[in-house]
């Protein structure tokens, strides 16, 4: 993690070529996405430092709100500027990342160095059915879309669907925040978890809460002039790469803004933390479903040129999907090994070229 924190003098760079006007789109898109990188880094260590004063409930509650705060602001600069369809690839692209490359590379890597590991195979399967209920509350807008000869309904009747569905899924969300933040359950709890929440209790504290403060709100603001630049040179870099915007939503986006908790994931996994590693993938794709993809759809009634709403295209649908079926499958049974960690990525790959490919 520390060499990441190096990249923030790209910080200081990118807002100087843009105060000065030098540099083209490819260097700028470049850099800025670099930037991103360590000030998301900062921004959840930050979480974690402010958490471990809070207390763990609390601190469970700031870190799950926290946790996409990078890619939250990255999609609202994106909703403001009107790149609809790069918004909605990220949120697709952010659980299928999630769930496939991140939780693949976290059973690869932990399953090389551990053999097969445990995990909480309830917990899995509670994340995995809220995810498939997610999942499912976002194709109901697409079908709904299609109508048929007797009903046919309006853009404004798909709007209404989706706001009413993202207040739904937040609601949601709330109550899945009070079953596993706020339930103390002895025949849920694992003792490595347990430990780490320990461990992370009594050696926390680095920082001061002021200090902690400060640098979790300096980290937001960089992040918003950031993602700011980013968002504005998408449309010019991707002509001149020849890339869509639906494969720079659904790829690049959600890596540039989640990448060190990615990491996170995958070292604690190497660890043999499994239980930990998994709430992370899957938490992180589980609060891009039920918490950053419904409230961008209400912010998006007063930033933009118009509301969004949460209707995917077929691509988007089928990839989250299959993306969530694996997953599951995977989950069941509380086990985990290399192979299929290697599944996940494979299918991850296929999407990748997918997106790639489709014009």
């Known amino acids: 993690m520390k060499f990441l924190y190096a990249l923030l003098v ?16 490819t260097s700028m898109f470049v850099l ?28 469970g ?14 999609t609202i600069v994106a909703l403001r500027e009107g790149l609809v369809t790069v918004v909605k690839a990220s949120i697709a692209g952010s659980i299928i990342g999630n769930v496939l490359l991140v939780l693949g590379a976290s059973l690869l890597l932990g399953g090389l160095k551990n053999g097969t590991q445990k995990f909480n195979a309830h917990i899995a399967g509670v994340n995995a059915s809220i995810m498939s ?14 109508g048929s000869a007797e009903h046919d309904p309006t853009h404004e009747d798909i709007i209404a669907l989706s ?9 949601l969300y709330a109550f899945y925040l009070l079953y596993t933040v706020f339930k103390s359950d002895d025949a849920e709890t694992t003792p490595s978890s347990e430990s780490e929440s320990e461990a992370t209790h009594h050696a926390g504290g680095g920082m001061s809460m002021p200090v902690a403060l400060g640098i979790l709100v300096g980290s937001t603001v960089a992040i918003v002039f950031m993602s700011e630049i980013l968002v504005g040179v998408i449309e010019p870099t991707t002509k001149q790469w020849g890339l869509t915007e639906l494969f720079v939503g659904v790829m690049l986006v959600p ?8 990491l996170v994931a995958v070292q604690v996994a190497v660890k043999n933390q ?10 992180s794709a ?25 209707v995917f295209n077929q691509f988007e649908l089928v990839a989250l999907v299959a993306a969530i079926l694996i997953t599951v499958m995977i989950s069941i049974d509380g086990r985990s090994n290399w192979l299929e960690g290697v599944e996940l990525i494979a299918l991850y790959a296929i999407i990748g070229l997918a997106f790639f490919i489709v014009p």
């Open 10 to 25: 790209l910080v200081p760079v990118v807002l100087g070529m843009e105060v000065m006007g030098i540099g083209g789109h």
């Open 32 to 59: 800025s996405a670099l930037a991103l990188v360590p000030l998301a880094a900062v921004l959840g260590r930050a979480t974690e430092e402010v958490a471990v004063y809070t207390g763990p409930k609390i601190g």
């Open 61 to 74: 509650l700031l870190n799950a709100t926290l946790g996409n705060a990078a890619e939250l602001i990255i």
């Open 133 to 146: 209920l997610a999942i499912l509350a976002m194709i109901i807008p697409a079908v709904f879309e299609i």
């Open 163 to 171: 706001d009413g569905t993202a207040i739904l899924l937040i609601i």
């Open 255 to 262: 890596l540039v803004g989640n990448v060190a908790e990615h």
């Open 274 to 283: 499994m239980d930990l590693s998994i709430g992370i993938a899957v938490g």
């Open 286 to 310: 589980l609060q891009i479903a039920l918490f950053v993809a419904p409230v961008l759809v209400l912010v998006s009634q007063f930033v933009g040129p118009e509301p969004m709403s949460l």
